[in-house]
C-alpha cells in the first residue's frame, strides 16, 4: 500500500498517458502475481461456505448441542477429504469450576511423513459478547463467524485441496482446539490471573505432546513438527495482519517466511511487516513446549471498539462481517508456504 504513495511527476504523467491501457496493465500486473503462486489456487469462496455451514449450527458454545453437532461435522468434513482424525476429549476445568467437555480435533495428511508442519485454530466460539457496545448483550453468545469458524474454514479448503494433491511430500496435522475462548469476562472480577482462563484445548493438547516427547528415547529426534501456524479471526473485513510479539520472539524465521510468501503470492497488502503487540493464544502453550509457532491474527490500530476489529466479542461477529477476500489472502499464503517450504 505505501509503495504506490510516493510518485514522481514524471510517473504521474505516466500514469495520465496509459490510463486507456489500465485493464491490460491490471492483466498484466495479475499474471506477474500469479506467476510466482505455488501449489493449487485457494478457493476463497469455498471458505466462505465451510465458515457459513459452522455457524448454521449457532453459537458452538462449551457443552451445548450445536457445539456436539459442530464437531461432528468437522470430524466428517476431514475424513471425507481422505484425512486421518483423532477426537482428543478432555474434560477441563473452566474459571468459574464448569467442567468443560472438550474435544480437539486432530486431522493428519499423510500420517506416514516423519516431517510434519502444524496448521491450527480454535474451533469453539465465546459465550458472552463482552465487548458490544451495548451492555444488553454483554450476556448473549458470540456467533464466532471470524472469532472461531474462519481459521477452521482455511483449514478445511486446504485440505480439500490437498485431497486432490499428489506433489505435496511433507505430512500436516491440522489441529481444532476447543476451550480457547471460555476466558474470563469482562464485567467478573476475580483474584486470579486472568491470563490462564484462556485457550485451555491447546494447553491440554501441548501437555500430551510433551508428555509424548518425553517418553521418547531420543528427545533430539522427537521433534513432531517443523514449525506451527495458528489462524486466528482470519475473515474480518478490513483485516491487516501485524507480526505479533510472541510469534517473533520464539518463531522470527517463521514469521519472515510466512510474510514473504504472501507477498510472492500478492497478498503482502494484508500482511504488515510491523510489530503487532503481544497476544494470549493458543500458540503460547505450543512455543512453550518448544514447537515455534506464529500466530496470523488481525490487529486494528486505529479501531475504538478494540485492536482485534469492530466485532471482536461482539454479537456483530457474524457472516455478514466476513470478507471472502481476507479469507483468500489468508489461504493462499499459508499453502505459499506449504508448497515452498
Given at each position: 500500500m505505501n509503495k504506490i504513495s510516493h510518485f514522481t511527476a514524471f510517473f504521474a504523467l505516466l500514469l495520465l498517458v496509459f490510463t486507456s491501457c489500465k485493464s491490460n496493465n491490471q492483466a498484466t500486473k495479475e499474471s506477474e502475481s500469479l506467476s510466482q503462486l505455488v501449489g493449487p489456487t485457494f478457493v476463497g469462496d469455498s471458505a466462505y461456505a465451510f465458515c457459513a455451514a459452522q455457524c448454521q449450527f449457532g453459537p458452538r458454545i462449551m457443552n451445548s448441542e450445536a457445539h456436539e453437532k459442530c464437531c461432528q461435522w468437522i470430524v466428517e468434513k476431514f475424513r471425507y477429504y481422505g484425512m486421518e482424525v483423532e477426537e482428543q476429549k478432555a474434560d477441563l476445568k473452566a474459571w468459574d469450576g464448569t467442567m468443560l467437555r472438550s474435544?480437539?480435533?486432530?486431522?493428519?495428511?499423510?500420517?506416514?511423513?516423519?516431517?510434519?508442519?502444524?496448521?491450527?485454530?480454535?474451533?469453539?466460539?465465546?459465550?458472552?459478547?463482552?465487548?458490544?457496545?451495548?451492555?444488553?448483550?454483554?450476556?448473549?453468545?458470540?456467533?464466532?463467524?471470524?472469532?472461531?469458524?474462519?481459521?477452521?474454514?482455511?483449514?478445511?479448503?486446504?485440505?480439500?485441496?490437498?485431497?486432490?494433491?499428489?506433489?505435496?511430500?511433507?505430512?500436516?496435522?491440522?489441529?481444532?482446539?476447543?476451550?480457547?475462548?471460555?476466558?474470563?469476562?469482562?464485567w467478573e472480577e476475580v483474584e486470579e490471573n486472568t491470563e490462564s482462563s484462556w485457550a485451555l484445548g491447546s494447553k491440554d493438547w501441548a501437555r500430551k505432546i510433551a508428555d509424548s516427547i518425553a517418553q521418547t528415547a531420543d528427545n533430539s529426534a522427537a521433534k513432531p513438527y517443523e514449525f506451527g501456524i495458528l489462524l486466528d479471526m482470519v475473515g474480518g473485513q478490513g483485516s491487516r495482519f501485524y507480526q505479533e510479539g510472541f510469534s517473533l520472539k520464539y518463531a522470527a524465521g517463521i514469521v519472515s517466511k510466512v510474510w514473504s510468501a504472501a507477498n510472492d503470492a500478492g497478498y503482502g497488502s494484508y500482511f504488515v511487516s510491523s510489530p503487532g503487540g503481544f497476544i494470549t493464544d493458543d500458540h503460547n502453550p505450543i512455543n512453550e513446549i518448544g514447537i515455534p509457532c506464529i500466530d496470523i491474527i488481525p490487529y486494528y490500530p486505529d479501531c475504538e471498539q478494540s485492536s482485534f476489529g469492530p466485532t471482536w466479542h461482539t454479537i456483530s461477529d457474524d457472516m455478514e462481517h466476513i470478507d471472502v477476500n481476507t479469507l483468500t489472502a489468508v489461504g493462499q499464503t499459508v499453502v505459499q508456504v506449504l508448497f515452498s517450504y
Open positions: 474435544t480437539n480435533i486432530i486431522a493428519r495428511f499423510r500420517p506416514q511423513e516423519k516431517q510434519r508442519m502444524l496448521i491450527c485454530a480454535h474451533w469453539d466460539s465465546r459465550p458472552w459478547a463482552d465487548n458490544d457496545p451495548d451492555s444488553a448483550n454483554w450476556k448473549k453468545p458470540v456467533m464466532g463467524a471470524n472469532d472461531g469458524a474462519s481459521g477452521v474454514a482455511v483449514m478445511l479448503e486446504i485440505a480439500r485441496l490437498l485431497s486432490n494433491d499428489t506433489t505435496l511430500h511433507v505430512g500436516i496435522d491440522f489441529v481444532c482446539f476447543d476451550a480457547e475462548d471460555y476466558g474470563v469476562p469482562q
